[in-house]
């Protein structure tokens, strides 16, 4: 399994913006399918968006397209998710997880085998 470790999180305003990274750790991190989630207090853990193993294909949740990008450097072994426009509902812990299929369920947190410890978002005036 890969380990991944998320970064880049803080406090801004809304209308700012954040870069958050995926650092990878083990073997061959272009062989998985990496996905962004959050969670919010109370709340379930939601999906954000997705990119698969060569980085040409991408996926979003309706509230964050135009606002969010993800993307990847495979020789960095890191995935980014820069975020902009933010809003207060973007308040949230967001994780990064990945695994070596993917599936049609690619929005279910289930079907990912490694994730990382979470950083925080928090988007407030």
């Known amino acids: 399994q890969v380990q991944l470790v998320e970064s880049g999180g803080g406090l801004v305003p809304p209308g700012g913006s954040l870069r958050l990274s995926c650092a990878a750790s083990?073997?061959?991190?272009?062989?998985?399918?990496v996905a962004w989630f959050r969670q919010a207090p109370g709340k379930g853990r939601e999906f954000v968006a997705l990119i698969n193993k060569s980085g040409y294909t991408t996926d979003y949740i309706h509230s964050v397209k135009g606002r969010f990008t993800i993307s990847r450097d495979n020789a960095k072994n890191t995935v980014y998710l820069e975020m902009n426009s933010l809003k207060p509902e973007d308040t949230a812990v967001y994780f990064c997880?990945?695994?070596?299929?993917?599936?049609?369920?690619?929005?279910?947190?289930?079907?990912?085998?490694?994730w990382g410890q979470g950083t925080q978002v928090t988007v407030s005036s």
């Open positions: 997880a990945a695994d070596r299929a993917m599936v049609s369920d690619y929005r279910r947190a289930t079907s990912y085998d490694s």
């Open positions: 083990g073997p061959a991190f272009s062989d998985y399918v």
